[in-house]
């Protein structure tokens, strides 16, 4: 039948016809990802049978009408959904070592360098954003040729305070360049500073110019070495926080204890980094009605909310023997640093995190709290809470922080606590995308925004294993396949 006499027949049986336009019907530039069911979060529904075109980099066209591109990839039976972000995780440092570890083993170091953005790759995310970063690192890690796009907070610790005590005297200035100036203690500062730029208008200033997209606060009088350590005052986080708006930069608090989360309400922060597990009983894991409180009053201000369980279990995980045996770690870990991994010297974190704990008792005391937060995500979950996915990977010189797939151990923690896979699928996407300021570039399929999306073997919102089942991961509008990204294949 040609054309003509079916126009015809349509008109008299009242059939509906549609016309695919010329432009559809050409072969266009770019890449078209081919009748795929969208799954992006700005839309109500997925949308099937759809055709994606891509050009230079970011997406042209979404319809349901065929497309067609000098280059075509067939999304038959998969999902296509936006590239992952984690904003939360650190550039710098290797999982589990020290730094005389890193000293003596370059070579590992290395490989650990080159594999670590593919590890995020591989397991999906295509933005991640360092709590406390530095330009010249961020540079570093976009100037290689396939990683994922990095971001920058910059952090302003106190001299005195958490995290700045971690590095040594003689470097600490340099490792925090935003530290922001405690006036309660005039003589904490080496003769070369100058206090005046390190105000909380000077640092954020300074951080703006250097790119960062937010900025990283402290408050940290929760446990161990750090429970007599001073935090900064409500006046200078405010002061900051102030600062902040003005150049449209975010602040994070790291805040784990019950008292810091009251500072980081009292305070007016953007976003909170870390669950609550410290300053409340250690034996009593039920929430009080002061903490449901206080969370109710998070939901209220629309502070985002980053759980990080897996800081907890990177540290749990020392004590499981059987941890490295995990087939998975071969994706994450370049071979030679898993076996390093396996040896008496890599055991160095463990003993310092418990001295003489075994396993049961890692456990007896790692329970309740465990317990309690995931109690805080259900609560928050519940309250419809701006929850944020952040990995914090790694969250100490811990090997059971590994690269990308700690992301995805995060994820199956969320949905174990409560967290719906929708909301689940907001967090690592467009909902992290608005947090810090990058939903125009990424975070959802939209026509426009950078072409950072994955193909999928089946829909993340029916459950969370869809996120361990990519076919292939498009990047720039690059297709990847996934296998090239596991360090097995970097090793054969």
């Avoid at 497309?67 to 999304?75: F, M, P, S, V």
């Avoid at 907070?153 to 935003?178: D, K, Q, S, W």
């Avoid at 070369?192 to 606060?217: F, L, N």
């Avoid at 294993?465 to 360090?487: H, K, N, W």
Wanted: glycine share 8%; proline share 7%.
């Amino acid at each position: 039948m040609t054309s003509r006499t079916c126009v015809t027949f349509c008109l008299l049986f009242g059939w509906s016809v549609t016309f695919a336009t010329n432009e559809e019907l050409a072969v266009l530039p770019g890449l078209v990802i081919a009748d795929v069911t969208v799954v992006s979060p700005e839309r109500t529904a997925p949308l099937e049978r759809a055709f994606v075109r891509i050009v230079d980099g970011r997406i042209a066209q979404v319809s349901q009408r065929e497309l067609r591109a000098e280059t075509r990839l067939d999304g038959r039976g998969r999902f296509l959904v936006p590239g992952l972000i984690d904003s939360h995780m650190h550039v710098g440092g290797v999982p589990g070592m020290g730094a005389e570890h890193e000293r003596r083993h370059p070579d590992l170091v290395s490989a650990y360098q080159v594999q670590q953005p593919l590890s995020y790759l591989y397991f999906g995310f295509t933005t991640v954003i360092d709590l406390f970063g530095n330009p010249d690192d961020i540079g570093e890690w976009n100037a290689q040729g396939t990683r994922p796009d990095a971001y920058f907070c910059g952090g302003t610790p106190i001299p005195n305070g958490y995290p700045m005590v971690l590095f040594p005297e003689e470097v600490r200035y340099h490792a925090a360049p935003y530290f922001l100036y405690d006036a309660r203690r005039p003589d904490s500062l080496p003769n070369h500073i100058e206090p005046e730029r390190h105000t909380p208008e000077a640092v954020v200033q300074r951080m703006a110019s250097d790119g960062a997209i937010c900025v990283k606060a402290h408050h940290e009088p929760g446990f161990g070495m750090f429970r007599d350590l001073p935090t900064p005052t409500a006046e200078a986080v405010r002061a900051l926080v102030d600062a902040a708006r003005a150049e449209g930069l975010p602040v994070i608090l790291h805040a784990n204890a019950k008292a810091s989360q009251e500072f980081a309400v009292e305070t007016g922060v953007d976003i909170l980094a870390h669950g609550l597990w410290n300053g409340l009983h250690h034996d009593r894991a039920d929430l009080t009605e002061e903490v449901i409180a206080l969370l109710d009053l998070i939901v209220t201000d629309s502070i985002g909310y980053q759980p990080t369980f897996q800081v907890l279990h990177g540290e749990l995980d020392l004590f499981d023997d059987a941890y490295l045996d995990d087939p998975r770690l071969a994706d994450a870990y370049p071979e030679a640093l898993l076996e390093w991994y396996r040896s008496d010297a890599a055991g160095w974190f463990r003993a310092q995190v418990g001295p003489g704990l075994s396993g049961p008792d890692a456990a007896r005391i790692y329970g309740p709290i465990l317990h309690r937060l995931g109690q805080v995500v259900a609560h928050l979950a519940d309250g419809e809470a701006r929850l944020l996915f952040g990995s914090d990977t790694p969250s100490a010189p811990t090997y059971a922080n590994p690269p990308g797939l700690n992301g995805l151990m995060e994820m199956r923690r969320w949905v174990a606590a409560g967290v719906s896979e929708a909301q689940l699928f907001r967090a690592l996407t467009l909902d992290n995308a608005r947090a810090f300021g990058l939903d125009d570039e990424v975070g959802s399929i939209e026509v426009g925004k950078k072409a950072h999306l994955l193909l999928l073997g089946s829909n993340p919102l029916d459950g969370v294993e869809a996120y361990d089942a990519i076919d292939t991961l498009i990047f720039d509008g690059r297709p990847i396949e996934r296998a090239r990204l596991s360090a097995r294949w970097v090793a054969d």
